[in-house]
T-cell receptor
Framework: DTGVSQDPRHKITKRGQNVTFRCDPI?????LYWYRQTLGQGPEFLTY????????KSRLLSDRFSAERPKGSFSTLEIQRTEQGDSAMYLC??????????????FGAGSRLTVL | AQKVTQAQTEISVVEKEDVTLDCVYE???????LFWYKQPPSGELVFLIR??????QNEISGRYSWNFQKSTSSFNFTITASQVVDSAVYFC???????????FGAGTRLFVKA
């Protein structure tokens, strides 16, 4: 297993364009998370999937953001009509259902978005 | 509301010095979990440790040690005999009851100079 993969690693787009990021989690992990990280800050929770069900969305996720995880495998995060404030690193993480009740997150390398 | 505060934005030490990274958390949950993650210059966050709220024993792993004190809501991280490879941003994090949203602090950037 190669860990959590994210694609693309970098995306530069013009304001108003749509962008889509893909995340391939560790295959045995049924929990998948999206976080956003801006410069000098810690990751901020965006959304969470258990298998294919999206169980929680942060208020940070405006109606321009949508995430899917069809068939409980890979996930996509789409941002429509991008704004300069969307510029950030988008991190995907996965975790197994852990009987200890806490989620040890395995992160991908992230997808850096720059909106011009 | 849950919150994690890492008051130290940046710390700079010389190799072989000991360094402690502070973490203070807020939660109303009685069951919760605390974590430390490391983000090296390459960028990928790496898990270091997890503690649950019922286990206040300090933990040591090689040059790393963690001090969990519920009385002061702190979960501090000490690196003994720091090395240049320890240079990274370190994040303290909290997961409460209901357990899928991990709240991260703003991180402490550690520079270890040779």
């Amino acid at each position: 297993d190669t860990g959590v993969s994210q694609d693309p690693r970098h995306k530069i787009t013009k304001r108003g364009q749509n962008v889509t990021f893909r995340c391939d989690p560790i295959s045995e992990h049924n929990r998948l998370y999206w976080y956003r990280q801006t410069l000098g800050q810690g990751p901020e929770f965006l959304t969470y999937f258990q298998n294919e069900a999206q169980l929680e969305k942060s208020r940070l996720l405006s109606d321009r953001f949508s995430a899917e995880r069809p068939k409980g495998s890979f996930s996509t995060l789409e941002i429509q009509r991008t704004e300069q404030g969307d510029s950030a690193m988008y991190l995907c993480a996965s975790s197994p259902l852990d009987g200890l009740g806490a989620n040890v997150l395995t992160f991908g390398a992230g997808s850096r978005l720059t909106v011009l | 509301a849950q919150k994690v505060t890492q008051a130290q934005t940046e710390i700079s030490v010389v190799e072989k010095e000991d360094v402690t990274l502070d973490c203070v958390y807020e939660t109303r949950d009685t069951t919760y979990y605390l974590f430390w993650y490391k983000q090296p210059p390459s960028g990928e966050l790496v898990f270091l440790i997890r503690r649950n709220s019922f286990d206040e024993q300090n933990e040591i792993s090689g040059r790393y040690s963690w001090n969990f004190q519920k009385s002061t809501s702190s979960f501090n991280f000490t690196i003994t005999a720091s090395q240049v490879v320890d240079s990274a941003v370190y994040f303290c994090a909290l997961e409460g009851t209901g357990g899928f949203k991990t709240i991260f602090g703003a991180g402490t950037r550690l520079f270890v100079k040779a």
